[in-house]
């Protein structure tokens, strides 16, 4: 008999080798299913003798213990296709989850900054650092984060090669490793310059003092991955917001990625492009932005419309 652990592995490869499935997807399936193993585990059952009944009950087991709709929404996701592999390799001859409907997600606008407060934010970046090489590195960051509203994890693997020869365009590799162009702003181009040449010759320096290789990011670290980690970067942005004057709850990178969008939308963007920009595989992951702008169109309205005010 096949053991759980081995069902778990054999659905991963196959998401891994067939959908180019990103590595922290990989992670929250393998922990959702271990979690759901567990579970049947407990009821004396597991994958091949689940029942339908059985994935409903452990959906009530977790609305019971206080999880998310958006957490319990995942793990049928990954509940189904963990199923919907095993009955494509033969080892189960049904589906006991392909027609349980999920709890669905509620809808939550994303956080999103004023043009001012990102201006605020670039503003602290350009003076936040012990050394100019920090100064403009942290420019760089924000510049390019809010000039193309990559995410995070693009930003800080963007390797060093993509910004050669001042681009006008910058090639970001996303999710699944899919490839698309975004654009690059004067500001951000001009960041992107200056950055790359005191790089470049803090690299060469290392080279002739220490015989150290180039470094293959454009953002170097010293740590194991070679090149400034999410948390790293995640927590400059919270020193940036304090300087500022913005409170850091308020900012993350993804956040900064919703300004991105948001403001591109309120200039007259059309939604198709800033999907492409985004890197989004649907529409309607994009369309939430609209629903931003008309809570924003709704508030103008009711604090600025004379009629909409409270006559006591």
């Not at 990954?78 to 999920?102: T, W």
């Not at 669905?104 to 970046?125: C, W």
């Not at 006008?168 to 790359?196: C, D, I, T």
């Amino acid at each position: 008999m096949i053991t759980e652990d081995r069902w778990i592995s054999a659905f991963l490869e196959a998401q891994a080798a067939e959908l180019d499935a990103a590595r922290n997807t990989l992670l929250a399936y393998g922990r959702d299913l271990k979690n759901f193993a567990a579970w049947l585990a407990r009821r004396k059952s597991g994958f091949a003798r689940a029942t339908r009944g059985d994935v409903e009950a452990y959906l009530v087991w977790l609305d019971a213990e206080g999880l998310s709709r958006a957490t319990r929404a995942r793990r049928l996701s990954a509940i189904r296709q963990l199923y919907r592999f095993a009955h494509d390799e033969g080892l189960r001859a049904d589906n006991p989850a392909i027609q349980i409907s999920g709890p669905g997600k509620a809808q939550r606008l994303p956080m999103v900054l004023g043009l001012d407060e990102v201006e605020a934010l670039l503003d602290a970046a350009r003076a936040s650092g012990r050394t100019p090489v920090e100064r403009l590195r942290n420019t760089c960051l924000m510049e390019l984060l809010y000039a193309t509203g990559m995410r995070v994890s693009e930003l800080v693997t963007l390797p060093v090669s993509a910004a050669r020869g001042d681009p006008r365009m910058v090639l970001v590799r996303g999710k699944g490793g899919k490839e698309r162009m975004v654009p690059l702003s004067a500001p951000a181009r001009a960041a992107l310059s200056a950055w790359l040449a005191l790089r470049d010759a803090a690299e060469e320096k290392a080279r002739v003092e220490t015989g150290a290789p180039p470094g293959k990011h454009l953002f170097p670290a010293r740590g194991k991955a070679g090149h400034l980690t999410r948390h790293g970067f995640h927590g400059l942005l919270k020193e940036l917001a304090l300087a500022a004057g913005i409170d850091p709850a308020r900012v993350t990178p993804h956040v900064l990625r919703h300004a991105f969008a948001t403001h591109l939308l309120a200039g007259g963007a059309d939604l198709r492009v800033i999907q492409t920009l985004l890197g989004h595989a649907d529409i309607s992951t994009t369309e939430i932005y609209t629903h931003v702008l008309d809570e924003r169109l709704k508030a103008l309205v009711l604090d600025h419309h004379p009629l909409a005010r409270d006559h006591g």
